[in-house]
């Protein structure tokens, strides 16, 4: 969704904008092309991978900067408190770091048991599942992947942690599979599972909270907020920051109390992937694009 970011952040040659989840470079790369001398693109992923690649890539542009963090914590850049004309979020795990099987967030291939987006930091999923209660687990696969056979498969994955640890993703994969079967088209049993797994390892509930409330407190008036997300967790999240909070009647049959308006203003309606998109990256398919304006 390269095209419909660039407009909704309204780049202009001088401003200063932030990709807080820079991947492999797809957005800052095209940011970066319109900005004049007096511009500057702030980078940061929590991913090392991503960061080596940022740093060989961007390093000698003077109007670059690159971090190494988490975006949530946006606000402690001095360089982005200092004020930002757009922030880009693109939520949920790369396409680098899906085909990477030694990365385990994939079950399309075999690899460690790992999920962690900064794997020099952390407890990976095998870890935290060697430790975690019945209980714990099933409530992680429900809050985080809405997944209805949560019970199931949480105690399928203690049973088997008794004997034997689950170490791969293949492990974890064919255990849902005889757990669960196959029970959507087009969607193999694991999906939720492992989406649920990786939200929790990384904390990424909590992270995309804290850092839409860092990027409205660094966006200048009028500043734009552009977030992609991949899911409907995530969607619901930042539809309602968009929106704000809610007024509601403090007894029944009364009006509501007068509420200041929200900081934020959605600017038109939110934006999905086009076919021709979809033809080259069917990754796209559940992507939804919002695009927020701060007031002034």
């Not at 967790?233 to 509601?248: S, T, Y």
Request: charged residues 30%.
């Amino acid at each position: 969704m390269l095209a419909e970011v660039l407009e909704g952040l309204r780049v202009r040659s001088d401003g200063t904008w932030l990709d807080g989840t820079f991947g492999r470079g797809g957005h800052a790369r095209e940011v970066l092309r319109r900005l004049g001398p007096d511009g500057r693109l702030l980078v940061m992923d929590r991913d090392p991978e991503a960061i080596a690649s940022a740093t060989e890539e961007f390093a000698a542009d003077p109007r670059v900067r690159i971090r190494h963090a988490n975006f949530a914590a946006m606000a402690q850049w001095p360089e982005a408190a200092a004020g930002l004309d757009g922030v880009l979020l693109d939520l949920g795990v790369s396409s680098p770091q899906l085909d990477d099987p030694a990365r385990g967030f994939s079950f399309q291939g075999n690899g460690p048991l790992d999920m962690r987006m900064d794997p020099t930091r952390g407890v990976d999923a095998a870890e935290w599942l060697a430790t975690a209660d019945e209980q714990e687990i099933a409530d992680v696969l429900w809050r985080h992947g809405e997944e209805r056979m949560s019970r199931r498969i949480a105690r399928a994955i203690v049973e088997r942690v008794r004997e034997r640890p689950l170490t791969t993703t293949q492990d974890l994969a064919d255990l849902v599979v005889r757990s669960i079967g196959y029970r959507e088209r087009h969607k193999h049993p694991a999906t939720r599972t492992f989406q649920a797994l990786r939200i929790h390892v990384n904390d990424e509930s909590a992270s995309l909270q804290q850092g839409l409330e860092a990027a409205l407190a660094c966006l200048k008036p009028c500043g734009r907020l552009a977030v992609i997300s991949f899911h409907s967790l995530e969607d619901r999240v930042v539809k309602q920051f968009i929106r704000g909070p809610v007024a509601r009647p403090l007894r029944r049959g009364l009006p509501p109390p007068d509420v200041a308006p929200p900081p934020l203003v959605a600017i038109g309606k939110p934006r999905f992937a086009g076919a021709a998109e979809l033809a080259v990256n069917p990754r796209a398919r559940s992507a939804v694009l919002r695009i927020a304006e701060k007031r002034t």
